[in-house]
């Protein structure tokens, strides 16, 4: 059970808008902590693909955008391409556990 | 191109240690935090711990599931971090990424490098 919830799986067409949430609360996101959220491609390492809840490090494209907001962020991902399929993850810090946190990951398939 | 390769993976028993490195290049090694992140087969990411640079004591965090048996330390001038893991134990088996960074986001992440505890 990790302490930051993500939806297992989200699905959408290509050419669609689709949003991971990443549920946390008051000891972490809540408390003001930054996300950051990368996106794993099937075998190969994590990469960032945001940081500083809404932030894009150079050469990830604009579809990509995050949001926060109260205990909760939020991944968008607009005009959808069968390359974003792939895993997901959140992550920020929490307080009570004095470390760093993932997100379950949220497996998102492209129809 | 900023780099970090991992290294040491293998296949060991319950109980016996193993040493992890990753090797840095690329970027001055010395000024970044250093973290391990792990996962399990099919599995999600699970942060192991950190140790901070230098100017910040070099001091180090651990995840609850690895302290006590885990320790990380550095070599600047060679530009590696390790991961001296004791008293194995088969939920430890997965993959061992370092990537640059403490508290913060984690970038870039090395390819992983593989353990398994098994008897």
């Known amino acids: 059970q990790s302490v930051l919830t993500q939806p297992p799986s989200v699905s959408g067409a290509p050419g669609q808008r689709v949003t991971i949430s990443c549920t946390g609360s008051?000891?972490?996101?809540?408390?003001?902590?930054?996300v950051h959220w990368y996106q794993q491609l099937p075998g190969i390492a994590p990469k960032l693909l945001i940081y500083?809840?809404?932030n894009r490090p150079s050469g990830v494209p604009d579809r990509f955008s995050g949001s926060k907001s109260g205990t909760s962020a939020s991944l968008a991902i607009t005009g959808l391409q069968a390359e974003d399929e792939a895993d997901y993850y959140c992550?920020?810090?929490?307080?009570?556990?004095?470390?760093?946190?993932f997100g379950g990951g949220t497996k998102l398939t492209v129809l | 191109e900023v780099q970090l390769v991992e290294s040491g993976g293998d296949l060991v028993q319950p109980g016996r240690s193993l040493r992890l490195s990753c090797t840095a290049s690329?970027?001055?090694?010395?000024?970044?935090?250093l973290s391990w992140v792990r996962q399990a087969p099919g599995k999600g990411l699970e942060w192991v711990g950190f140790?901070?640079?230098?100017?910040?004591?070099?001091?180090?965090e651990y995840a609850a599931s690895v302290k006590g048996r885990f320790t990380i330390s550095r070599d600047d001038s060679k530009s590696i971090a390790y991961l001296q893991m004791n008293s194995l134990k088969t939920e430890d088996t997965a993959v061992y990424y370092c990537?640059?960074?403490?508290?913060?986001?984690?970038?870039?992440w090395g390819q992983g490098t593989l353990v398994t505890v098994s008897s």
């Open positions: 990537t640059r960074g403490d508290t913060g986001a984690f970038d870039p």
């Open positions: 690329g970027f001055t090694f010395g000024d970044y935090a």
């Open positions: 140790i901070r640079r230098k100017t910040y004591d070099g001091t180090t």
């Open positions: 008051s000891s972490n996101i809540g408390a003001g902590y930054d």
């Open positions: 500083g809840n809404n």
């Open positions: 992550q920020s810090h929490d307080s009570s556990l004095s470390g760093v946190i």
